[in-house]
């Protein structure tokens, strides 16, 4: 009895916590370029109560095996490209592929971010290309610097940097860099739409226009990937389960009751 106490237990933590990525992937169901995640599981130990034998033509073929519950495992980002919408902002960008927009934080590390919302921070030597928090927007040379005389900013599919000066010529100042990562799901998330490299997502790659990244649009923005229908299904299904490994837990102790309860 006291094995299917702690066996359902571990079911209903499980389930809270796959409760907990869902409601995470729902309430960033309208953040740019917002990767959903899975809850992934593993069982636990198995207690063999017989092991199965073959001696000549006799004998078990089988095991008899009791499971311990489950645990969580993994939680993967899925990083499927989200929906494109328009905004004829010639600030906003997105990556129809799997590269990642590279960016550097006032605390000096390099981040890695699918918000493709930038500004334009006005300083006295010119304007820099931003995110909403202000962090520096890298291009192949660092900073993406846009003299004081530029007016318009060009931005190709290869992400290739055009300004239009005050006599209308186009000038290249540089090109934005799209990173991949062999291993995107190992990415450490650390909030504000941002990404940290780690050992287990591998060494930041610059795509240096080849394509492998994906291609530039200006003027569209990335939308979660979130699908709200798969996700409510999915938070039926977690709480259809953590109300059975409820039940389970309701039914080992009332049958511990009834052995506490045995009269000779």
Known sequence: ????????????????????????????????????????????????????????????????????????????????????????????????????????????????TRDGAFKLSIGEDGSKLVTADGYLVQGADGDILLEEDAKDIVINDAGVINVRNEDGTLAEIGRLSVITFLNPSGLESVGGNLYKATE??????????????????????????VQVVEEMVKLIQAQRAYEISSKSIQTADEMLGMANNLRR
Do not use: C
């Not at 645990?71 to 980002?77: E, K, Q």
């Not at 790659?205 to 939308?223: A, P, Y």
């Open 1 to 112: 009895m006291m094995r299917a106490l702690w066996t359902a237990s571990s079911g209903m933590i499980a389930q809270q916590t796959n409760v907990d990525i869902i409601s995470n992937n729902i309430a960033n169901v309208n953040t740019l370029g917002y990767k959903k995640s899975r809850a992934e599981f593993k069982d636990l130990l198995y207690e063999t109560l017989q092991k199965g034998s073959m001696k000549d033509i006799d004998g078990k073929p089988v095991n008899i095996q009791v499971g311990h519950g489950v645990r969580l495992a993994a939680t993967n980002r899925v990083f499927t490209v989200g929906n494109a919408e328009q905004t004829f902002n010639p600030m906003d960008m997105m990556i129809d592929g799997p590269g990642l927009f590279k960016v550097v934080g006032p605390d000096n590390q390099t981040y890695y």
């Open 200 to 225: 287990i997502s591998g060494e930041a790659v610059d795509t240096e226009n080849d394509g492998s990244g994906g291609k530039v649009l200006q003027g569209f923005l990335e939308s979660s990937n």
